[in-house]
């Protein structure tokens, strides 16, 4: 299965503060910063910062893009990986309806812990 970039989603309390803190990590802010969340990148490593939106941390997977967010010529279709996923007996929390184009699905690892699958392209 191709899975596309990954990175890591942080739900945070203090935007600035985690903001802040990561760049004397070496990340730097990639993108512009919405009201309530930024994306951070060092070298290949990408963590989300997230204020309010998510109640957990959780792994994120974007499927057709490299870690550069650029779109690759040849990924899986989040639909198809969704196929796939169910066909192994995996419960999903959130499906992605048919068709093209963007879509996410999440589920959740044995322990709980969520994992996004989101397409951009």
Known sequence: ?????FSISLT????????????????????????????????????GLFHGMFDKNMLTFNPGWDQ??????DYEDIRDIQKKLLAE?????????????PASIILEDPDGNPILMDQHV
């Open 89 to 101: 007996g995996l419960e999903l929390l959130t499906t992605a309806e048919d068709g093209t184009g």
């Open 1 to 5: 299965m191709k899975l596309g970039a």
């Open 12 to 47: 945070v309390k203090d935007l600035a503060a985690s903001k802040a803190f990561y760049e004397k990590l070496g990340f730097e802010t990639t993108g512009k910063v919405e009201d309530n969340w930024l994306i951070m990148k060092n070298d290949h490593i990408i963590v």
């Open 68 to 73: 550069n967010a650029n779109t690759l010529s």
